[in-house]
């Protein structure tokens, strides 16, 4: 059964590509950002990543991360309308969530583990590349992918 869901949720991601690769070119062009540390994200944000993963045969981009304080870390997690990216600097793609963003049903509790899929539109994401997480005009420094 978890391989014909793995295959319907990729399946999914991958039919509504095209028209998000077109945005989120796009939008990459046109937010400042400013670049934040891993440490500042901890400090400031509450958030710690943990993962960021190439998965299901190399169509979702696995993202990972740890709520250290869910008081700093809602600032950047509760806003429906602008939900995390992923951005890529070696070709200048965004990645967004595919369809409405996710957003887990229970409350953001600290010491917890909680997870966000994106499509990886054109294979931009592959063993290595250095993936940058964006929360509205904050971007985390580039993480190697696994």
């Not at 070709?91 to 953001?108: F, P």
């Amino acid at each position: 059964l978890l391989p014909v869901v793995a295959a319907i949720l990729a399946y999914t991601i991958w039919y509504s590509l095209p028209q998000e690769t077109q945005s989120a070119v796009q939008e990459a062009a046109v937010a400042p950002v400013t670049v934040i540390s891993a440490q500042t994200l901890a400090e400031r944000f509450g958030l710690q990543m943990t993962l960021v993963a190439v998965t299901a045969g190399g169509g979702i981009v696995d993202v990972r991360y740890k709520i250290l304080d869910k008081e700093k870390a809602a600032y950047l997690l509760d806003d429906a309308d602008n939900p995390p990216t992923l951005f890529i600097e070696e070709n200048g793609l965004t990645l967004k969530q595919a369809g409405r963003a996710m957003k887990h049903n229970a409350e953001l509790k600290d010491n917890a583990n909680y997870f966000m899929l994106y499509p990886n539109t054109q294979n931009a994401v592959r063993h290595g590349t250095p993936v940058s997480v964006v929360f509205g005009t904050l971007r985390l420094e580039p993480i190697a992918s696994q």
